[in-house]
Structure formats: structure tokens, C-alpha cells
């Protein structure tokens, strides 16, 4: 099946700061999400974005489709973006397949 | 519903005791997903429904694992002779339809087996 990498694993920033999180994988896909996990364990939508770039207030993600990665833009942190963002795609090749998750990056925002 | 709702949010089990969890998902989404995360790792696939239809179950860890949803609306994953490496957080997630579009993600309930 699909494999999904995400980089850093880990993160920490001082707040005000600026960082980028990458998600490979290695077919074509029919959907791409990305989605932040609180602390209680809620995994909150961030972006539905199969190809293309969008944004939405300090945060942006693009999709480069035929290269097989996207990324999440986080500008000027702050202490309540911390916790752990996850991409997941879901395999144009694989029939009827449910999002497959990378294992996340876990963000630490420290004031 | 405004969104995914799960209940109960917490269980405590006794291991060898059956349980069950409910998942409501959004109105009108025909496609429903269990997942199951264990700490510090990311989701995994348990089973998937369109309507009524029980499409994939290939996730589902064991025949203790069963999950329906009758009437294309409500599901519930039934756990039974829980044990301990059940414990983990089981996240339910809708769709509108299959494929091609957002899923959205319930708050979990997080099961201990003691």
C-alpha cells in the first residue's frame, strides 16, 4: 500500500517563529488532508488539499502532485499550535482505500 | 450534527470484558471510517462503510473486532474479551461520499483495559 513520511518527527520553536513540515508519499492520490491533533486528541481539519497551494490565516499548505510531497507553512507559532500534525492521503491506485496517516510531527511552541 | 460525535469519550475495561462504542456521524455522509491510535503513533485503518455496506474490514486486528452500522447512519465497534493491547484511542470518521472528498474526525474514545 501507500507509504506516507512525515519530517521533523520532532519540533520545537520559540514562539514567533516561522517552520515547514513535509509529508512524502510514494503513489498518486486522490486526496491529501493534513490535520493538527490537539492535546484532548481531537485531529482538527487544517487543509483538504490534493494538489495546489491554499492558505488560511497564518498557516499555508501546497501539493506538488507529480512529485509526491506537500507541505505545511506555520508563520509566527504561537503556544496554541503545538501538538501533532498529521498528513494523510488517500491512494489514487488502490481502489476504494480509506486516508492512510503518516506517523506525524509532534510541534512544541514554547513562549 | 455539526460534526462527528463518539461516545462514551473514556472507557474503562476489565480485560475479558466486551465493550462497545458508538459513533454518530455527520448527517447525510455516506461513508463512515474506524481508525484505532495507539500512543505517540499515527491512526490505523480498521474498517470502512458506504451506507449500510461493510466494504473493508481488512484493519480490524482480530474476530474479537466487529463493527456494523444498520440503517446506514450510526455505527458502533464492538470490542470483545477485551485485552490489554486493545487499549488505544478509536477515532471515527464521515465522509460525504467515497473518494475524492474530506473526511472529518470525531473527538475518539480513549479505551484503557486493565
Known amino acids: 500500500g501507500i507509504q506516507v513520511e512525515q519530517s521533523p518527527p520532532d519540533l520545537i520553536l520559540q514562539e514567533g517563529a516561522n517552520s515547514t513540515l513535509r509529508c512524502n508519499f510514494s503513489?498518486?492520490?486522490?486526496?491529501l488532508q493534513w490535520f493538527h491533533q490537539n492535546p484532548w486528541g481531537q485531529l482538527i481539519n487544517l487543509f483538504y488539499?490534493?494538489?495546489g497551494t491554499k492558505q488560511n490565516g497564518r498557516l499555508s499548505a501546497t501539493t506538488v502532485a507529480t512529485e509526491r510531497y506537500s507541505l505545511l507553512y506555520i508563520s509566527s507559532s504561537q503556544t496554541t499550535d503545538s501538538g501533532v500534525y498529521f498528513c494523510a492521503v488517500e491512494s489514487r491506485n488502490s481502489g476504494n482505500t480509506p486516508l492512510v496517516f503518516g506517523k506525524g510531527t509532534r510541534l512544541s511552541v514554547i513562549a | 450534527g455539526a460534526g462527528v460525535s463518539q461516545s462514551p469519550r473514556y472507557k474503562v475495561a476489565k480485560r475479558g470484558q466486551d465493550v462497545a462504542l458508538r459513533c454518530d456521524p455527520i448527517s447525510g455522509h455516506v461513508s463512515l471510517f474506524w481508525y484505532q491510535q495507539a500512543l505517540g503513533q499515527g491512526p490505523e485503518f480498521l474498517t470502512y462503510f458506504q451506507n449500510e455496506a461493510q466494504l473493508d474490514k481488512s484493519g480490524l486486528p482480530s474476530d474479537r473486532f466487529f463493527a456494523e452500522r444498520p440503517e446506514g447512519s450510526v455505527s458502533t465497534l464492538k470490542i470483545q474479551r477485551t485485552q490489554q493491547e486493545d487499549s488505544a484511542v478509536y477515532l471515527c470518521?464521515?465522509?460525504?461520499?467515497?473518494?475524492?472528498?474530506?473526511?472529518?474526525f470525531g473527538q475518539g474514545t480513549r479505551l484503557t483495559v486493565v
Open positions: 488539499i490534493p494538489s
Open positions: 503513489d498518486s492520490v486522490n486526496n
Open positions: 470518521a464521515s465522509s460525504r461520499r467515497q473518494g475524492n472528498t474530506e473526511a472529518f
